[in-house]
T-cell receptor, first 116, second 112 residues
Framework: DTEVTQTPKHLVMGMTNKKSLKCEQHMGHRAMYWYKQKAKKPPELMFVYSYEKLSINESVPSRFSPECPNSSLLNLHLHALQPEDSALYLC???????????????FGQGTRLTVV | EDQVTQSPEALRLQEGESSSLNCSYTVSGLRGLFWYRQDPGKGPEFLFTLYSAGEEKEKERLKATLTKKESFLHITAPKPEDSATYLCAVQANAGNNRKLIWGLGTSLAVNP
């Protein structure tokens, strides 16, 4: 199993809603990532979890709240988002974790988020 | 400042017409250079990692090469299914988190 599974595939939410994005992998990877990608732009790193601990927060606004319940799951909780937060949200995982980012990462198919 | 520049921005080829994509980089000590392929609305798919100048890697119709200043992704006899955006990223030795620095990508279209 070399898949990173993200749900939902599409999400439309209002600015006052609370929603969560989910990500799951069963490859035994100990580093998991959230990226945000706008059209015609490369992925932009948001958060990195290494061995279930948050190791990198790229100064992401607090309306995005990550959670790593166990080594296979990664969530991104969304609250009071703005229309400019509309984007493709990508989850990724890689084998190595703590200290060094192994960027031979496997990406999920993403969640297309629209904030209205 | 660490930087990655990909060229061309877009490339249209006929099926079977070989070509190369370029990724130029300036970084304070290269740890690795990575090529990904991304289809519209999908997540990037890992292709290659290159670590040192002179290194080459191949996968089907793709071959990636690395020098001290740039990497090339050679596409031999492309097929329509090779149409995608190809992203290059580098990881530097310096810095605490060694995060990826991405190029803007080359959008490749292969016509049948």
């Amino acid at each position: 199993d070399t898949e990173v599974t993200q749900t939902p595939k599409h999400l439309v939410m209002g600015m006052t809603n609370k929603k969560s994005l989910k990500c799951e992998q069963h490859m035994g990877h100990r580093a998991m990532y959230w990226y945000k990608q706008k059209a015609k732009k490369p992925p932009e790193l948001m958060f990195v979890y290494s061995y279930e601990k948050l190791s990198i927060n790229e100064s992401v606004p607090s309306r995005f709240s990550p959670e790593c319940p166990n080594s296979s799951l990664l969530n991104l909780h969304l609250h009071a988002l703005q229309p400019e937060d509309s984007a493709l949200y990508l989850c990724a995982s890689s084998l190595q974790g703590q200290g060094v980012l192994n960027t031979e990462a496997f990406f999920g198919q993403g969640t297309r988020l629209t904030v209205v | 400042e660490d930087q990655v520049t990909q060229s061309p921005e877009a490339l249209r080829l006929q099926e079977g017409e070989s070509s190369s994509l370029n990724c130029s980089y300036t970084v304070s000590g290269l740890r690795g250079l990575f090529w990904y392929r991304q289809d519209p609305g999908k997540g990037p798919e890992f292709l290659f990692t290159l670590y040192s100048a002179g290194e080459e890697k191949e996968k089907e119709r793709l071959k990636a090469t690395l020098t001290k200043k740039e990497s090339f992704l050679h596409i031999t006899a492309p097929k329509p299914e090779d149409s995608a955006t190809y992203l290059c990223a580098v990881q530097a030795n310096a810095g605490n988190n060694r995060k990826l620095i991405w190029g803007l990508g080359t959008s490749l279209a292969v016509n049948p």
